[in-house]
């Protein structure tokens, strides 16, 4: 299950696109910060004309992509981690933009024994953002 702001979290609203999270082993503390969508956007082909739609992803069951911290949630069980969501965000660009940010600020790659992360990558131009006004 995931959490945000303390309370469990079951749908998003349309709004969102994906998220930026913290999950926590119990065990160890150790932690791991990453971001993950909502949606994909997926292209079929209906009457002979491409049709891209968007298909609901697999965060409800994920638990990140770092082949440690999988392994932990193997030894462990899921029951000993906690899943929670940072940040909801509009956008893909949003979502690289804050997990960047997150890492850095936690300096995530100059604390192995306190975080999974072994990378940072980020791509991101500013109109990939959505900026206020």
């Known amino acids: 299950m995931w959490h945000y702001k303390g309370l469990p979290f079951s749908e998003p609203e349309p ?8 999950i926590t082993n119990s065990v160890t503390e150790k932690q791991y910060i990453g971001k993950k969508l909502f949606w994909f956007k997926k292209t079929k082909i209906l009457k002979g004309k491409k049709k891209r739609y968007l298909a609901p992803s697999d965060w409800k ?18 029951d000993h981690f906690r899943r929670d969501i940072v940040m ?11 997990e960047a940010k997150a890492q850095f600020d936690h300096s995530v790659l100059l604390n192995p024994e306190s975080y999974y992360n072994d990378w940072i990558i980020c791509r991101v131009h500013r109109k990939h953002l959505i900026l206020p006004l």
């Open 88 to 98: 909801l965000c509009k956008n893909k660009g949003e979502c690289s933009y804050y």
């Open 61 to 78: 069951t994920y638990y990140g992509s770092s082949k440690t911290l999988l392994e932990d949630v193997q030894k462990y069980g899921v």
């Open 15 to 22: 709004i969102h696109y994906g998220f930026v999270y913290r």
